[in-house]
């Protein structure tokens, strides 16, 4: 598992304290999460099954010491090839004018991958959402593929809030957090991603602020291969 400590003295008499760290490990353990880089995404699709629907937007910020670092960020529409459904535009505001034009799904999580690099990724329910139609795509796609760490943020929530009789999706999230989404709109990929980018700093800070440490798992998965030889999917 990744653990997260906070930064600076203050860290010592929580976070250290509870798992029996010296000073001087904590020192080390706040160092090494200040270096520590993640990159928070989001992808919007034409529906809910990886197998039968597409991306049609993928947006991404970076984070480094659980810092949003807000001008580095990446967003492209996507092109499905098929029309959008009109739910779905409703729903998310991508309408096919958005798309016309757009790269590929495979072409797009291309681009993801080369920005992305090798940080860690993290995603909301990215697990059972995300992370499956980005294998699915590349299976499509024909996709070389490269192996990726990423962190699945429902754990932050499923520490600080429990996981019995409690909403986790990103919305409760927000609104037991008490972050407004005013200027940035929800179900819009680029919206989501600065979201929670702001609901993982402060998961963070009431994990912290009652003396626990964030906890995420690290999960395997895969990234379209951006250099060199590339491993076909499946092989």
């Not at 160092?31 to 520590?36: D, G, P, S």
């Not at 998310?92 to 034009?101: F, H, K, W």
């Not at 895969?222 to 076909?232: A, C, F, K, R």
Request: proline fraction near 6%; hydrophobic fraction near 35%.
């Amino acid at each position: 598992m990744a653990r997260g400590f906070g930064s600076g003295p203050s860290c010592f008499p929580r976070a250290c304290s509870r798992a029996r760290l010296t000073r001087e490990q904590c020192k080390r353990h706040a160092a090494v999460v200040q270096e520590q880089e993640w990159v928070v995404f989001d992808l919007e699709t034409t529906g809910l099954s990886p197998d039968r629907d597409d991306i049609i937007q993928i947006a991404a910020v970076r984070m480094r010491g659980w810092r949003v670092l807000h001008s580095e960020s990446f967003a492209t529409y996507v092109n499905p090839g098929r029309p959008i459904p009109p739910f779905i535009s409703s729903y998310t505001g991508i309408r096919q004018a958005d798309v016309r034009g757009a790269p590929t799904p495979a072409e797009a999580l291309g681009a993801f991958s080369r920005w992305a690099g090798s940080s860690t990724l993290v995603a909301h329910n990215g697990h059972r959402f995300d992370m499956r139609f980005v294998e699915a795509t590349c299976r499509r796609g024909g996709c070389g593929i490269r192996s990726v760490k990423y962190h699945d943020s429902l754990a932050l929530s499923w520490q600080l809030w429990g996981r019995r009789g409690v909403r986790h999706g990103l919305d409760a999230v927000l609104g037991r957090l008490k972050l407004t989404s005013t200027d940035d709109r929800r179900h819009d990929a680029r919206g989501d991603v600065a979201l929670l980018g702001r609901a993982i700093e402060a998961m963070r800070h009431e994990l912290l602020r009652r003396g626990e440490e964030p906890t995420l798992p690290i999960h395997g998965g895969m990234l379209p291969e951006t250099t060199g030889e590339s491993e076909p999917f499946g092989s």
